[in-house]
Structures are given as structure tokens and as C-alpha cells.
């Protein structure tokens, strides 16, 4: 999986991949050139090992011993576990036990918040410069990253794992698309 997503995504990604589609004003097939090696490497990488695995299972190649080395490379092992995964999980603090602290894991955290922090400055300055907005003072940048770190805060309690920050590719998607408004997404304006 590895070696196909270093392959798709580094040596790859210039190669344009025709894609034929049917044009109506022609009457006739065209095709268009698509860099899919730049956009989809990961998604490749794991759908090409993965269907490698379903072949080899399928043909018995892999063992069909769980204790035999290689058993667990089959697509049948966990089929089922979807299946059984219940459709709706309620998060509650203390779900995963009581909470750790410990010194590598304070400076982890630590690193993570500092640059999430960095981060989060960049984007509120990005953000209104593509808005056409004033830069933000510093009080509301400060209390952009109160309330991001709160909204850290219990998200960790109720064992989310991830945190509630501001996200830099929906600041890409403002550059490109150019619609800094929320009256675009509310139909009664």
C-alpha cells in the first residue's frame, strides 16, 4: 500500500489520464485529461492493495489459520464488523476510563496546541483578507482561540479525539470560490 501511494503520488502525478465523456453539442465522444494520480493517491493505493488481498482470498492463497502467519492480510477476516457496528454511538465523558497525564504526553499536547494556535491566527487573517474585511484586532483573535481552546476542552472530555479549530482548507475553499457570505447559504435573503 505504501509503495503504491509513494508511486501514484510522487512519480505519477504529472501523468494526465485521458477520461472519455459524451458530448451532446458534438454528438460525439471527447475526452478530457485528468491528473487523478494527484487528486485520489491514497484511495488507489488502498483500493489496489485491497483488491490484490480479495483475489488472494478468494483463491486461497492466504492461510486460512488465524494462528498462520498471514491470515490476517484476508478480506474475510472482519467482514462482518459494519454488521454489527451499532448506527448511532452517544459520547460520554469518562468513556475511555479515567484520564492520564504524564510528561511526554503534556509536551505532546503542548506542541499540537502551539501550532494549532499559529495556525489559527493565519487563518483568521487569511480569511478576512479574501473577504475583503479589515484585519481582525487582536481581542477577537484572542477570543477566537479562547472559545477554539474550550471547544478543545470538551471535545477531549467527551472523547472525541479531535479538536474544534479553525480549518485552513475552508479558507482555500473562500480564495477559490470567492463567496465570503452567509447569505448564500440562507435561501430566505
Not at 484511495?43 to 480479495?54: A, N, R
Not at 474550550?150 to 485552513?168: E, P, Q
Request: one cysteine or more; glycine letters at 12%; charged letters at 10%.
Amino acid at each position: 500500500t505504501t509503495f503504491l501511494i509513494v508511486l501514484f503520488s510522487q512519480y505519477l502525478r504529472n501523468i494526465p489520464v485521458p477520461i472519455p465523456y459524451y458530448s451532446k453539442s458534438n454528438g460525439k465522444w471527447q475526452y478530457s485529461r485528468a491528473y487523478i494520480f494527484q487528486i485520489f493517491p491514497v484511495l488507489f493505493g488502498i483500493t489496489i492493495s485491497w483488491l490484490i488481498c480479495y483475489i488472494l482470498t478468494i483463491t486461497n492463497v492466504f492461510p486460512s489459520s488465524p494462528k498462520t502467519y498471514g491470515y490476517l492480510a484476508r478480506t474475510d477476516v472482519k467482514g462482518n464488523v459494519l454488521a454489527r457496528a451499532p448506527w448511532f454511538r452517544f459520547p460520554y465523558p469518562g468513556q475511555w476510563g479515567m484520564p492520564t497525564v504524564s510528561l511526554e504526553g503534556v509536551f505532546g499536547i503542548l506542541a499540537g496546541v502551539i501550532s494549532s494556535m499559529v495556525e489559527s491566527v493565519g487563518d483568521y487573517h487569511a480569511c478576512a483578507r479574501l473577504s475583503g474585511a479589515p484585519p481582525p484586532p487582536k481581542h477577537a483573535i484572542n477570543r477566537g482561540i479562547g472559545i477554539e481552546g474550550i471547544g478543545c476542552l470538551l471535545a477531549g472530555a467527551w472523547g472525541t479525539g479531535n479538536g474544534t479549530t479553525s480549518y485552513s482548507e475552508n479558507v482555500g475553499a473562500l480564495g477559490i470560490t470567492r463567496v465570503g457570505v452567509q447569505d448564500i447559504t440562507n435561501p430566505d435573503t
